[in-house]
């Protein structure tokens, strides 16, 4: 089976702190996704990665970068957390498109709370 | 912006039940999928339809696609308390690269027993 773990399940920051959030596949997925979550508007696509060292911006990147230098492994940053992303963040890998094959894996999730 | 959007935004039927939950996106479409989520979890992949396809059944599920009218839906026979999760389509359109999908807003199923 398919195993995508993040670091965290809940994690609480202060305004201003930079934060990591880790996510680790174990399939050799090329894809690798974070979104966050919120109540009322589904789940958002945040970066995509196709390969490593490549990035993409999804539907709302601001205030997020990224870094993925090992394949196995996608790294979502706050350069400085505010309290408006506080949120649910989701990771999710899946197989490049030249497999035919298109679902996504998901983590468990990481709860953050910036006060 | 969101492309998929569910209807209705939040069921509750009872054990045994049939449930239908439907889902409506606005472009062309390479596949769409079902995902299923238990409260604050990761989502879980249920099941894909292609573009071409028009049904697909696995197990209790049931997925229907008409490209005409962009919409999917999933109807689960037989529910049962354990089948209480929240429920997204999501849609690979296209015009998009790299598999990304397009998630919706997701229906939120309570089965009582």
């Keep these: 089976d398919v195993k995508v773990t993040q670091s965290s399940r809940y994690l609480v920051k202060r305004t201003g702190e930079k934060v990591f959030l880790e996510c680790v596949q174990d399939m050799d997925h090329e894809n690798m996704f974070w979104y966050r979550q919120d109540p009322g508007l589904g789940l958002r696509l945040i970066y995509f990665s196709y390969d490593v060292k490549m990035k993409e911006k999804g539907d709302i990147p601001e205030g997020y970068s990224v870094s993925r230098e090992k394949k196995e492994r996608f790294s979502l940053i706050l350069e400085s957390a505010s309290t408006n992303q506080t949120s649910m963040y989701l990771c999710a890998s899946s197989l490049g498109w030249l497999a035919g094959t298109y679902e996504q894996y998901f983590g468990p999730g990481t709860r953050l709370t910036v006060t | 912006s969101q492309q998929g959007e569910e209807d209705p935004q939040a069921l509750s039927i009872q ?72 429920y997204f389509c999501a849609t690979d359109a296209k015009e998009t690269s790299g598999s990304r999908l397009t998630f919706g807003e997701g229906t939120q199923l309570t089965v009582n027993p």
């Design chain 2, 15 to 86: 054990e045994g039940e049939n449930a239908t939950m439907n889902c409506s996106y606005k472009t062309s479409i390479n596949n769409l999928q079902w995902y299923r989520q238990n409260s604050g979890r990761g989502l879980v992949h249920l099941i894909l339809i292609r573009s071409n396809e028009r049904e697909k059944h696995s197990g209790r599920l049931r997925v229907t696609l008409d490209t005409s009218k962009k919409s999917s839906s999933l109807l689960i026979t037989a529910s049962r308390a354990a089948d209480t999760a929240s």
